[in-house]
């Protein structure tokens, strides 16, 4: 079992910045892959950014160039450095780790972009 808690989120304007971190409650040294998704009202969950054990990242092409995923694994933490914030990336941003064979998930936190 893996335990995540997200924070970090808030309420930001257009062209701000937010670092959003995740904790796991063990080490991340093993895990395959994580990263983070978000769901907007109405919208389905989408992947936004993730890193592999190895160190290789991938990211929607919405955030390319404006977040930047890494991670820590002496503090095992997933850091989520968002710049350049718009309106549209307004979601509930959730931490999320594929190991085993198995998905885990955070509780979320919400950010909110005002034009």
């Known amino acids: 079992q893996v335990q995540l808690v997200e924070s970090g989120g808030g309420l930001v304007q257009t062209g701000g910045s937010l670092r959003l971190s995740c904790a796991a409650s063990?080490?991340?040294?093993?895990?395959?892959?994580m990263g983070w998704y978000r769901q907007a009202p109405g919208k389905q969950r989408e992947l936004v950014a993730s890193i592999t054990t190895g160190g290789s990242t991938n990211y929607a092409d919405s955030v390319k160039g404006r977040f930047t995923i890494s991670k820590d694994n002496a503090k095992n933490t997933v850091p989520l450095q968002m710049n350049s914030l718009k309106p549209d990336d307004t979601a509930v941003y959730y931490c999320?780790?594929?190991?085993?064979?198995?998905?885990?998930w955070g509780q979320g936190t919400q950010v909110t972009v005002s034009s």
């Open positions: 999320w780790v594929y190991t085993l064979g198995n998905n885990y």
């Open positions: 063990r080490s991340i040294f093993g895990f395959n892959v």
